[in-house]
């Protein structure tokens, strides 16, 4: 699909407009000029691009979603960081590998001060957001959470993202006073009978108004879906990009669904990772200004095909900082490849994109440390 080859230098949107025209697809003129007005797609054109294969095609819809992407947030890729700090969960939810009732999950939690060390060390390497996520671990009681939250911020200086799972409104109050930012709360699939037959402990509209509830408390927050769940179609792919335009979220992380082993769906395929660089595509030109990571999962699936998500409409990437000794047991799906800090800055450095300054000084410094030991070997 996406290809080196296709990836072209950095073009307007209006000459993206312009080469769309002359192609004379129909279909992605329509949608190029809505979304150059911000006018709202239908779902039976996000349907229509959702089901596009033809290479030519492809790229001009992935062209047309950087150029969007380029215009509304420039040309830095964020790289934040997540912690993930504990992997118990009270919860079953079908896909997950760290479900209550896998037994074969050795469990662990951080202690507080150590996130708050890990979280010192992310800061001074340029990251643009320290992630707090874990498991619906009740130990981390609200009390606890607010605790370091504050530290994480007093300590760190640098914005807070949580992703913990449902908590009530109060707490993700609390959470926002105590200096949290930012949060995520996948709503995972629009679909409620898919929703209820994967989430076996949760309540579908609980989940969307505790949702709504950060979004009208004035989180940066952000939700999400996965593709490719047992019973999916591209209707409810499209209702998924739907709600979350219509939702108000400002972050959106979605990814394949990548089966892990001791649930009930370890023997279901995995997503398609070309669907999901056709999603980020349509996000983009949902909600211009999205900060959208090209995710994990993704990437566990294709590395590749994790950084063309850069060229169909991603800006963000989350690089893991669970020390060693934690991280193999936060198996939420199989063979969870480690997004290392220092590869992925060196890979985007050498895309081209954009980084924070203080990412960059951390690169050069480490590849110099990396010479003078081969020097020395
Ligand atoms: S998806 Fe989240 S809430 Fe569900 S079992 Fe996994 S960690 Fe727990």
């Not at 924070?356 to 010479?371: C, G, Q, T, W, Y």
């Amino acid at each position: 699909m996406l290809n080196d080859s296709t990836i072209l230098p950095p073009v307007t949107l209006e000459e993206t407009i312009e080469e769309i025209k002359r192609s004379g697809d129909k279909l992605l003129l329509r949608v190029a000029l809505k979304a150059s007005e911000n006018e709202l797609l239908e779902k039976k054109e996000i349907v229509k691009v959702l089901l596009i294969e033809e290479p030519e095609r492809l790229r001009l819809l992935f062209k047309l979603a950087d150029a969007i992407r380029r215009k509304y947030t420039g040309e830095t890729v964020l790289i934040k960081g997540v912690i993930e700090f504990s992997n118990y969960c009270k919860k079953n939810c079908l896909y997950c590998g760290i479900r209550a009732a896998n037994r074969k999950v050795e469990r662990y939690r951080m202690k507080p001060e150590e996130i708050v060390e890990t979280a010192e060390r992310m800061a001074g390497l340029g990251i643009n957001t320290i992630i707090l996520q874990s498991g619906e671990d009740p130990y981390y009681t609200a009390d606890l959470m607010e605790d370091i939250i504050r530290e994480v911020r007093r300590r760190a200086r640098t914005p807070v993202s949580i992703s913990i799972g449902n908590r009530t409104k109060e707490e993700y109050t609390r959470f926002k006073e105590a200096g949290a930012s930012k949060c995520l709360l996948k709503h995972e699939t629009i679909n409620r009978e898919i929703f209820e037959a994967m989430h076996p402990d949760d309540d579908y509209d609980e989940r969307i108004s505790i949702l709504k509830h950060t979004v009208e408390i004035g989180y940066i927050a952000g939700s999400g879906n996965i593709v490719g769940l047992p019973g999916q179609t591209i209707e409810d792919i499209a209702e998924d990009i739907i709600f979350l335009r219509d939702v108000g979220v400002k972050m959106v992380g979605l990814g394949p669904f990548v089966p892990a082993s001791g649930t009930p769906l370890e023997n279901h395929p995995p997503g398609d990772p070309d669907l999901t660089l056709k999603i980020y595509a349509l996000v983009r030109l949902s909600i211009p200004r999205v900060f959208m990571p090209a995710t994990t999962a993704l990437g566990t699936l294709n590395r590749e095909k994790q950084f063309q998500g850069f060229f169909a409409g991603c800006n963000v990437i989350m690089c893991n900082f669970t020390p060693e000794e934690y991280r193999k047991r936060y198996n939420i799906y199989n063979n969870k490849i480690p997004v290392e800090f220092y590869d992925t800055a060196r890979r985007l450095r050498d895309q081209g994109w954009k980084l924070n300054p203080l990412v960059l000084k951390a690169l050069e410094e480490h590849e110099r440390r990396e010479k003078e030991r081969e020097m020395v070997s």
